[in-house]
């Protein structure tokens, strides 16, 4: 939930490492990034650092990482899936 266009209190507290979330403003250079789902990998007092999961082909994929404000990201859920180098973090 956002109030008055900043992320709730409840929106933060929820957020933790493989929670969904997501983008939405980024700077006009940027633009791309709007819309896409961000893995969150680490959560911050400014917001949080995660990656998006890029599809190169059927065997390959890679991940675009970025840092986030809390304005910039809204929670949508928490990842059932975990990728094995952010497990240990979600303990």
């Known amino acids: 939930m956002r109030v008055n266009g900043h992320p709730s209190m409840s929106d933060q507290e929820k957020t933790k490492v493989g929670s969904v979330m997501q983008i939405i403003d980024m700077p006009e250079s940027h633009k ?7 893995l969150v990998s680490e959560v911050k007092a400014f917001g949080v650092q995660g990656f998006v999961h890029t599809i190169i082909d059927h065997d390959n994929y890679s991940q675009a990482y970025t840092r986030l404000n809390w304005e910039q990201v809204h929670w949508i859920g928490q990842s059932v899936m975990i990728p094995s180098s952010l497990e240990e973090r979600a303990e």
């Open 32 to 38: 791309g990034w709007i819309g896409a789902f961000l």
